[in-house]
């Protein structure tokens, strides 16, 4: 075979992988804007990463029991942190959760798997000022007591409460005794269930209504008595 045979067959060769490459990429491409024009399916795919997401945040942070909150990606963190505090440590790519109706917002690092940030949604009054939510409505008080031998037992606990805005610890304190088994939560918020319910399952505790005896009385909304526990 002379060289202009070998040149020839070399170009044939290299045409046929490039429109093998071409042809390949040609499908990719094409599979991705069919999904992207059905808007079920489109829908569908937005749906299943979101809820992959809270997936994870949920391990990670109690999160409000609300259906469909916003989701979106954070882009030009600068700019946004330049206006608010509240993105001061986040990333380009970090996911942002909002949810309306408990009116919060969070942070996520996916890559990190962490929380970056915690904080309330603001809205408008008629006037344009910011109107912050309410104790009353969006914060559940906490008195943490420390029924345990141990001296430093409400510690984790306080940290891992701080981490959702939901639940606002203002006081810690020694319970009436220290035989105190498990963590024991004190609902005395007339009407907080979902709220209960969360801090239940943050805790992983069992819930009573009342005092337990020799304990003195709270100005909280919630008393939460760290006993002993099985380790």
Same mark, same amino acid.
């Given at each position: 075979?002379?060289?202009?045979?070998?040149?020839?067959?070399? =170009?044939? /060769?290299?045409?046929? %992988?490039?429109? #093998?490459?071409? !042809?390949?990429?040609?499908?990719?491409?094409?599979?991705? $804007?069919?999904?992207?024009?059905?808007?079920?399916?489109?829908?569908?795919?937005?749906?299943?990463?979101?809820?992959?997401?809270?997936?994870?945040?949920?391990?990670?942070?109690?999160?409000?029991?609300?259906?469909?909150?916003?989701?979106?990606?954070?882009?030009?963190?600068?700019?946004?942190?330049?206006?608010?505090?509240?993105?001061?440590?986040?990333?380009?790519?970090?996911? =942002?959760? /909002?949810?309306?109706? %408990?009116?919060? #917002?969070?942070? !996520?690092?996916?890559?990190?798997?962490?929380?970056?940030? $915690?904080?309330?949604?603001?809205?408008?009054?008629?006037?344009?000022?910011?109107?912050?939510?309410?104790?009353?409505?969006?914060?559940?008080?906490?008195?943490?007591?420390?029924?345990?031998?141990?001296?430093?037992?409400?510690?984790?606990?306080?940290?891992?409460?701080?981490?959702?805005?939901?639940?606002?610890?203002?006081?810690?304190?020694?319970?009436?005794?220290?035989?105190?088994?498990? /963590?024991?939560?004190?609902?005395?918020?007339?009407?907080?269930?979902?709220?209960?319910?969360?801090?239940?399952?943050?805790?992983?505790?069992?819930?009573?209504?009342?005092?337990?005896?020799?304990?003195?009385?709270?100005?909280?909304?919630?008393?939460?008595?760290?006993?002993?526990?099985?380790?």
């Amino acid at each position: 075979m002379n060289t202009s045979n070998v040149l020839l067959v070399a =170009l044939l /060769i290299l045409a046929l %992988a490039a429109f #093998a490459w071409s !042809f390949f990429n040609y499908q990719s491409v094409k599979k991705e $804007v069919e999904v992207l024009k059905d808007p079920s399916l489109a829908q569908r795919l937005n749906e299943e990463q979101t809820q992959e997401l809270l997936t994870k945040v949920g391990k990670v942070l109690v999160l409000p029991q609300e259906k469909n909150p916003v989701v979106a990606i954070i882009n030009d963190v600068e700019l946004l942190a330049s206006n608010q505090d509240f993105y001061k440590d986040a990333h380009d790519g970090d996911k =942002l959760i /909002i949810y309306q109706n %408990a009116r919060k #917002a969070i942070i !996520f690092d996916e890559d990190a798997n962490k929380v970056v940030n $915690v904080g309330p949604v603001f809205y408008n009054n008629a006037d344009g000022t910011a109107q912050p939510p309410t104790t009353q409505t969006d914060r559940i008080t906490i008195d943490l007591r420390n029924g345990s031998a141990e001296p430093n037992a409400t510690v984790p606990v306080r940290d891992s409460l701080t981490t959702n805005y939901t639940f606002n610890v203002t006081r810690l304190s020694k319970a009436a005794n220290s035989n105190y088994s498990g /963590i024991t939560i004190v609902d005395l918020s007339e009407g907080k269930a979902s709220y209960i319910e969360q801090l239940q399952k943050a805790l992983g505790a069992t819930v009573v209504q009342a005092l337990p005896e020799g304990e003195v009385s709270a100005s909280t909304e919630v008393v939460v008595i760290v006993g002993t526990t099985n380790k």
